[in-house]
Antibody, heavy 117, light 108 residues
Framework: EVKLVESGGGLAQPGGSLRLSCEVSGLTFSTSEMNWVRQIPGKGLEWISYINVRDTGLHYADSVKGRFTISRDDARRSLYLQMNTLRVEDTAIYYC??????????WGHGTLVTVSS | EIIMTQSPATLSLSPGERATLSCRASQSITINLAWYQQKPGQAPRLLIYGASIRATGVPARFSGSGSGTEFTLTISSLQSEDFAVYYCQQHHSWPPLTFGGGTKVEIK
């Protein structure tokens, strides 16, 4: 069974930082492209970042470029999202998902990030 | 950036009825389109990719069609578990990957 488990969400102040993690099991993580998608509660989905195998290709949405950094640790079977200079509008549920051919096949349950003073 | 527009925003139907959901791209995306289903409190679930290919385990009552800029997701006979929000997503030209705003299929 494929499982993706996000962690690291919580409350942060505007201008603060959080690091999200996503631990993957049930598939060969080292050969899996990955991405992060977020969703403001009650609203639609927004793609925010992608990473290919061996870290040779990274992409970001304009809304997070320069503030968020995606990375992976294949030995730990984990995906990360370092979020700096957080804004109120970054408040959302953050999902990690496997990426194949342009679409997201397996998704985690999501972790809620709340940015508020 | 390719803009994806879904209609209607809400579809009110009864179990057993046919549901037809539309997705329009702001420019041609050939068949590089996926559909997802999301139920309250759950992550999205991939239903369709390549505009018409059902993902593993997706019931045959779900079908996707279209190419270019106009796409349709059809649920042939709504079951109780199908009442949810559905999103389309293009992967023809990215970054960014872009999603439609969603269609909520609710019980009439």
């Amino acid at each position: 069974e494929v499982k993706l488990v996000e962690s690291g969400g919580g409350l942060a102040q505007p201008g603060g930082s959080l690091r999200l993690s996503c631990e993957v099991s049930g598939l060969t993580f080292s050969t899996s492209e990955m991405n992060w998608v977020r969703q403001i509660p009650g609203k639609g989905l927004e793609w925010i970042s992608y990473i290919n195998v061996r870290d040779t290709g990274l992409h970001y949405a304009d809304s997070v470029k320069g503030r968020f950094t995606i990375s992976r640790d294949d030995a730990r079977r984990s995906l990360y999202l370092q979020m700096n200079t957080l804004r109120v509008e970054d408040t959302a549920i953050y999902y990690c998902a496997t990426f194949f051919g342009g679409y997201s096949v397996f998704w985690g349950h999501g972790t809620l990030v709340t940015v508020s003073s | 950036e390719i803009i994806m527009t879904q209609s209607p925003a809400t579809l009110s139907l009864s179990p057993g009825e046919r549901a037809t959901l539309s997705c329009r791209a702001s420019q041609s995306i050939t068949i590089n389109l996926a559909w997802y289903q999301q139920k309250p409190g759950q992550a999205p679930r991939l239903l369709i990719y390549g505009a018409s290919i059902r993902a593993t385990g997706v019931p045959a009552r779900f079908s996707g069609s279209g190419s270019g800029t106009e796409f349709t997701l059809t649920i042939s006979s709504l079951q109780s578990e199908d009442f949810a929000v559905y999103y389309c997503q293009q992967h023809h030209s990215w970054p960014p990957l872009t999603f439609g705003g969603g269609t909520k299929v609710e019980i009439k």
